[in-house]
C-alpha cells in the first residue's frame, strides 16, 4: 500500500560524504575512522552500520525506496531506514536520530542481531558493513525527507515474501539478508499488536 506522504523540507541534508563513519573489524572491534565516500569506494572498508525495522499495528512492515540521488542503489526499495554511527555517536543516539532525520519518527527499538556482509553495487563502490539490525512499532505518519527517500509503503510480511521471490533485483542486498534472518529468527516482531 503506497502512502500519501508528507515531505520534510527538501534543504534538509543529514547526510554527507565527509561525515566521519566508524571502521571495524570483524569482531566489531573499533579501529579507527574513514569518511563516508571513501569508506564506499572499491569493495568498501568495513565499517559499523544499523537497519531499522518498522512495523505498525496490523504486523506490516514500512519500507522505503532509496532516493533518486543516493550514490548506492538508488531508487532501490528497502527496510525503513538504515545509515551508519558517526565518530563519536553511540548506537543508541544514531539509530534514533536517524530515525527522525530521514522519517520524523520516534519509537522504542528492540536490537536482533548484528552481522557482517559485502555487496557490490558497480566497479567504483560497494557496501562493506558489519550491521546492527534493530525493530520497533510506530503508526504515526512518516515525514519524508526527499533527499534520502522518494516512495514509502506499508506491506504484509507474506506479500513482501513474494514480491521479493518475483522480483529480487528491486531490493536492496543487506534487506534481502536481514528479512530472510527475521523470518527465521525473529518472527515475534512480525506479530500484530
Known amino acids: 500500500m503506497a502512502l500519501d506522504m508528507e515531505m520534510q523540507d527538501a534543504d534538509r541534508i543529514v547526510s554527507?560524504?565527509?561525515e566521519p563513519l566508524?571502521?571495524?573489524d570483524e569482531h566489531d572491534r573499533e579501529i579507527g575512522y574513514m569518511d563516508k565516500a571513501s569508506a564506499h569506494l572499491g569493495h568498501g572498508t568495513l565499517h559499523r552500520a544499523f537497519s531499522l525495522f518498522i512495523f505498525n499495528a496490523k504486523g506490516e512492515l514500512l519500507l522505503q525506496q532509496r532516493a533518486a540521488g543516493k550514490r548506492l542503489w538508488p531508487g532501490y526499495w528497502s527496510n525503513t531506514c538504515c545509515s551508519h554511527p558517526r565518530r563519536g555517536e553511540t548506537l543508541d543516539h544514531a539509530i534514533h536520530r536517524?530515525?527522525?532525520e530521514e522519517l520524523g519518527l520516534k519509537s522504542q527499538l528492540q536490537y536482533l542481531f548484528k552481522f557482517q556482509y559485502q555487496a557490490q553495487f558497480d566497479a567504483e563502490g560497494a557496501e562493506h558493513e558489519l550491521c546492527w539490525v534493530y525493530a520497533g512499532r510506530s503508526d504515526d505518519k512518516a515525514k519524508v525527507n526527499p533527499n534520502e527517500i522518494s516512495g514509502?509503503?506499508?506491506i504484509a510480511p507474506d506479500a513482501l515474501d513474494a514480491e521479493m521471490a518475483?522480483?529480487?533485483e528491486a531490493f536492496t542486498p543487506w534487506f534481502k539478508i536481514e528479512w530472510a534472518?527475521?523470518?527465521r529468527d525473529h518472527a515475534e516482531v512480525l506479530e500484530p499488536l
Do not use: G, K, Q, S
Open 22 to 24: 566508524v571502521l571495524v
Open 166 to 168: 518475483a522480483n529480487p
Open 98 to 100: 536517524r530515525l527522525d
Open 152 to 154: 514509502l509503503r506499508y
Open 181 to 183: 534472518r527475521i523470518r
Open 16 to 18: 554527507f560524504d565527509d
